[in-house]
């Protein structure tokens, strides 16, 4: 139907991914080796290498206004290569990205850390792609993304997202209308598709498929080889990610020079300007957006299905009906509670199913049981939840979110309705904190709860 109605261009979403991430690929190489010859005086860098992460590191970049995902990483960082990381930074800046996202860490110590504690830090450490530098920093890294990346790992990190961006999306939707990246079913759901094919590959003892195309077309494949998918099924997705790939890229250039700069919402005046780029009526677009998403939803539903059967391959018969227990919202809380949290998994399933089923008695015994915990994704599910009190907040807020591979929780305890002024403060001012971690606060303390809720 897609195809009929909008016609061949909607069919390239992939292809345009691909073309996109190389030309990334080519502009950060030679903007380095330019950077390089001027700091060190020759384009080689012994003990610095420049990586590509998020959507760029997947091969999945998006035309129109897209954000440069960068990180240099090295032994340890000096004077000099600070230097270098500011003036590449700046460079960049006047290429047609939204923005240039370059992380000031990036010491071994801090992959370490990121690794070892963080599970959005982390991430982007193991979807780097190496461009440009010391290949024995390449090596360091792979070394260190096999010694972390193991199948424990994998799914909690399927497990938490799914269960947290179910609940952030629906903080994202603005006057109704739906965030293209930020909705059941959107862009942001190809994630789950790349990552179950990096667990199952594990699990299998299959290499990684190095091929230069996006993730998400390698995991869809993987999905139907393995018969997760039929046919049918996996030339819709493909339709569907080729579509909201190209819807994506349109809406940031329409947005380009506006107060949405960055921004995808797809409300019906968005949908009348694109017709200005050859979109058929508001309506037929608004239809195809809600079809196409239904097809990645769908897709999403059957991949954390398949993480959660492989999380009970592990752990025993009857752990999957035991975790839908736990998680789901019609679960009583006389019988939730009864629940065994000692495993993560289903410690976070509880938590959340205790928030998503307004159980406050029961999360608040679990907010105050695990308020002195370091595991991130225990903590995650606590702050994000809009039962989470102000003194919750607060707690993780002026305390461990702000140690180091936490940092990105006090995005999350900066959008959620209950934070105190004095949180939010505390995290704004620490001038000890990088920009990413503070600005989501400042927003919030100009803006309200909106504001901060759309923080690009």
């Not at 061949?8 to 380095?32: A, C, H, P, W």
């Not at 599970?119 to 972390?148: P, W």
């Not at 968005?270 to 979109?279: F, H, N, P, S, V």
């Amino acid at each position: 139907m897609i195809s009929n109605i909008f016609g061949q261009r909607f069919l390239n979403g992939l292809e345009r991914m691909t073309e996109e991430s190389s030309n990334f690929d080519k502009i950060v190489r030679g903007v380095y080796g330019i950077t390089a010859i001027e700091i060190y005086g020759s384009p080689e860098t012994p003990g610095i290498a420049a990586f590509s992460y998020g959507s760029p590191g997947r091969i999945e970049l998006v035309g129109g206004d897209s954000d440069a995902d960068i990180l240099i990483i090295e032994d340890k960082i000096t004077e000099k290569s600070k230097r270098f990381r500011d003036l590449l930074k700046q460079r960049l800046g006047v290429f047609d990205f939204s923005k240039v996202d370059l992380p000031d860490w990036g010491s071994y110590a801090d992959i370490e850390t990121y690794l070892d504690k963080s599970l959005i830090e982390g991430n982007q450490i193991l979807e780097t792609r190496f461009l440009i530098g010391d290949g024995g920093i390449r090596q360091y890294l792979e070394l260190k993304k096999k010694k972390y990346n193991s199948v424990e790992r994998s799914l909690r990190n399927i497990v938490f997202n799914r269960l947290y961006l179910n609940q952030y999306f629906r903080q994202r939707v603005r006057n109704g209308a739906l965030n293209i990246k930020y909705c059941p079913g959107g862009s942001r759901d190809f994630l789950f598709v790349y990552w179950y094919d990096k667990l199952d590959r594990m699990i299998k003892g299959d290499k990684d498929d190095i091929s230069y195309q996006p993730r998400i077309k390698i995991g869809l494949q993987r999905l139907y080889n393995s018969g997760k998918i039929n046919e049918e099924e996996f030339l819709k997705a493909v339709n569907a990610v080729n579509f909201l790939t190209v819807l994506r890229s349109d809406v940031l250039i329409l947005n380009k020079n506006t107060s949405d700069k960055g921004l995808t919402f797809l409300d019906l005046n968005t949908a009348e300007r694109l017709q200005l780029l050859g979109y058929p009526s508001p309506n037929e677009t608004l239809m195809a957006f809600r079809d196409s998403r239904e097809v990645i939803e769908d897709v999403s539903g059957i991949v954390f299905n398949e993480a959660i059967k492989k999380a009970e391959s592990f752990r025993g018969i009857g752990w999957e009906r035991q975790f839908i227990l736990a998680n789901s919202a019609d679960t009583p809380e006389i019988v939730r509670k009864e629940i065994s949290s000692d495993d993560p998994l289903m410690r976070i399933a509880t938590i959340w199913g205790a928030s998503e089923s307004d159980q406050r008695e029961l999360f608040c015994k679990l907010s105050e049981a695990y308020k002195n915990t370091d595991d991130w994704t225990t903590i995650g599910s606590i702050v994000c939840s809009p039962l989470c009190s102000s003194e919750i907040l607060h707690h993780f807020g002026t305390g461990q979110a702000k140690e180091k591979g936490y940092g990105y929780l006090l995005r999350v305890i900066a959008r959620n309705k209950n934070v105190k002024i004095e949180t939010l403060e505390s995290i704004a001012n620490d001038s000890s904190l990088e920009k990413r971690y503070t600005e989501v606060a400042q927003a919030a303390l100009k803006g309200g709860k909106g504001a901060a809720n759309n923080q690009i």
